[in-house]
């Protein structure tokens, strides 16, 4: 999932993860800090856009069964493939199934998909990456050999892979998309590592005898955390269409679930006689990630160390 | 320079050898007896120890690896176990298909983005840059599949200007040819179109504000001169980088691409062996697909030092 944010770049490796580590004193004054990160936000207000875009798709998803309250998966025969109307805002699809529905539960999905790979690939990149930073030497090499051969599998390969060894479902997608961008967040956290390990705060920790748990846990993880949170928000719109490739190809949640990828595949042999069957699930993916990428951007300024 | 390829060969070869133990271990790690997996279910118990016995299951498993990569160096990746044919006699079938759709992609993401990327560059924080970066966002945002059935939906069902899917040999017919591949294409090269883009300007900006660039400047020549005879060079070297790096997301857009457009190349391949619990084809492909990987990534680290001298690459790359 990439470069950039690239659904594209569908490898997670991300140019825009390249912010730096925050320097001690920084930690002084963080209310001042904070006001400025705020104004530099809010000189760009499609960020701002995009933040509440996202919280709305959070509200969607955690809301569903208040807001939608038809059910996303129960067919109506009398209904099927009806064009968008008052009473059902988004129409239905090949089984009577109101769209609007489908597209908020869709949401959940999605997002449960998004942020629970991301966590998966922060816990076991970061430590890994921690380690090998850390430690260097032999377990360095170790750990960064198998890091880039598993970048060399193209992410959705990888992950393709990883479903067919575990089975289609949507549990087994998002461990598989987590396992596919750890590798990013071992890099990342060990090249932090290497700037952060080197910082004067650190030898003085060191000289007054902290241990290594000690100096990994309380010096250096909290200065690279927010470099790791700007590269989480880079990586979960990616894994968001990463869920909805394996959904569509049917290798993520299986039918009936409401997935936007799943609705999308079902929309494809109804392009002529229900062309609004695609409109609105590709629309939400489109939105919720663009949204992501832009409120990436802003919080890359409220927390770009450059501008202490 | 030499000192440089030869300690980048050794790290690709190393990093080889560990895709090759991850996929030989990854086949082995789906439940059930291997050769069951690789003769398929209908499969009668002669057929299983024939299978046991060709790939000699019954050795231990690091005496295995040595014999499956030995074969594998040789270009022996198995037998489909749906057609029977040899897996590398599949893959040179589908591959030329998806190297047709990825070139046409590339050269559509780079006649996007370099104009683009310049653009942006040469007139940065204008109406164009807003645009140019604007564009490069939704692009990367947008979701390839769903761009594709809009495409479909659009070009195919609404104007019917374009088939919709299907794959025609460019020899067999050079325009019904680009007529199936102009959309894929597209699709494909939309995403790589917006990191290009992104990092031309970029580049591009880094070098507008170096000293050569003022001295040309300063040499009277003029403006458009400036920008394509010394400007546009320099900047295209990162991008060189960049669209190797991108190999690998190309690789995985194809799949989906392929899919929806029903082009019958190595990315609809890798669906199919996967639906149809073809375990060699999928073992093949994902082989070769990340070596592939491996072997561009090398090639564009010497084509980055040949394109540029003045890079020394004693620290390390």
């Known amino acids: ?308 | 320079m030499f000192e440089f390829l030869v300690r980048r060969a050794a790290i690709s070869i190393v990093t080889l050898i560990v895709i090759s133990v991850i996929v030989f271990t990854g086949v082995r790690m789906i439940p059930g007896d291997p050769a069951r997996v690789m003769a398929g279910t209908d499969a009668d118990a002669a057929g299983l120890e024939e299978i046991r016995a060709k790939y000699g299951l019954n050795d231990p498993i690091p005496v295995q690896y040595l014999r499956w990569a030995g074969l594998a160096l040789q270009g022996d990746l198995g037998r489909s176990i749906r057609t029977r044919d040899p897996v590398m006699t599949t893959v040179a079938r589908k591959l030329p298909i998806t190297v047709e759709l990825a070139c046409l992609s590339v050269l559509i993401a780079l006649a996007l983005a370099i104009p683009a990327g310049v653009l942006a560059a040469v007139r940065r924080n204008t109406a164009w840059d807003l645009l140019a970066s604007g564009a490069s966002l939704c692009g990367v945002s947008v979701p390839n599949f769903w761009l594709g059935i809009m495409l479909i939906l659009f070009f195919s069902v609404r104007l019917g200007w374009l088939p919709a899917s299907g794959f025609v040999s460019f020899w067999e017919s050079p325009s019904g040819n680009l007529r199936r591949m102009i959309m894929p294409a597209f699709v494909l090269g939309t995403a790589l179109a917006a990191v290009l883009m992104r990092q031309t300007r970029n580049s591009m900006i880094g070098v507008l504000g170096a000293d050569y660039i003022r001295t040309a400047y300063s040499k009277g020549l003029a403006g458009r001169a400036v920008i394509f005879r010394h400007a546009i060079r320099n900047s295209l070297i990162p991008v060189v980088t960049i669209l190797g790096l991108q190999a690998g997301a190309l690789m995985s857009g194809a799949v989906v691409t392929e899919q929806i457009f029903v082009v019958p190349g190595f990315g609809r391949l890798i669906v199919e062996a996967v639906f149809t619990r073809d375990y060699p084809v999928v073992q093949g492909v994902v082989l070769i697909t990340a070596s592939s990987y491996v072997l561009i990534n090398l090639l564009v680290d010497v084509s980055y030092s040949l394109l540029d001298p003045r890079i020394r690459f004693g620290g390390g790359s």
């Open chain 1, 1 to 308: 999932m990439s470069p950039t944010s690239g659904r594209t770049s569908p490898t997670f490796g991300s140019t825009h993860a390249t912010v730096g580590v925050l320097p001690a004193r920084a930690a002084a004054e963080p209310a001042g800090r904070l006001r400025r990160g705020w104004r530099r936000v809010l000189r760009r207000p499609a960020s701002v856009v995009g933040g509440v875009i996202v919280l709305v798709f959070v509200v969607l998803a955690i809301g569903a069964p208040w807001i939608a309250r038809t059910d996303p998966v129960k067919a109506d025969w009398s209904q099927i493939r009806k064009a968008p109307s008052g009473a059902h805002p988004f129409g239905t699809d090949d089984l009577g199934r109101d769209n609007f529905a489908r597209v908020v539960w869709g949401s959940r999905i999605s997002m449960q998909a998004g942020v629970f790979s991301i966590l998966l690939a922060i816990t076991v990149g970061v430590p890994l990456g921690l380690v090998a930073g850390y430690y260097r030497g032999a377990l360095d090499q170790v750990i960064m050999r198998l890091t880039d051969a598993w970048l060399a599998f193209p992410f959705l390969i990888l992950a393709i892979g990883l479903v067919t060894i575990m089975g289609p479902s949507l549990t087994n997608a998002t461990i598989a998309i987590g396992l596919g961008a750890t590798p990013t967040y071992i890099r990342l956290t060990r090249g932090l590592v290497l700037s952060t390990a080197a910082e004067d705060y650190v030898q003085g920790a060191r000289a007054l005898g902290a241990g290594d748990v000690r100096l990994m846990g309380r010096h250096i993880l909290p200065n690279i955390f927010s470099s790791l949170l700007v590269q989480a928000t880079v990586s979960i719109p990616i894994a968001i269409i990463a869920e909805a490739v394996l959904s569509f190809l049917g290798l993520g949640v299986q039918p009936p679930t409401p997935s936007w990828g799943t609705m999308l595949n079902a929309a494809q042999q109804f392009l002529e006689s229900a062309p609004w069957m695609a409109w609105w699930p590709g629309l939400a993916i489109f939105s919720l990630t663009l949204s992501f990428n832009l409120a990436g951007d802003g919080l890359r300024d409220l927390l770009d160390p450059k501008d202490y």
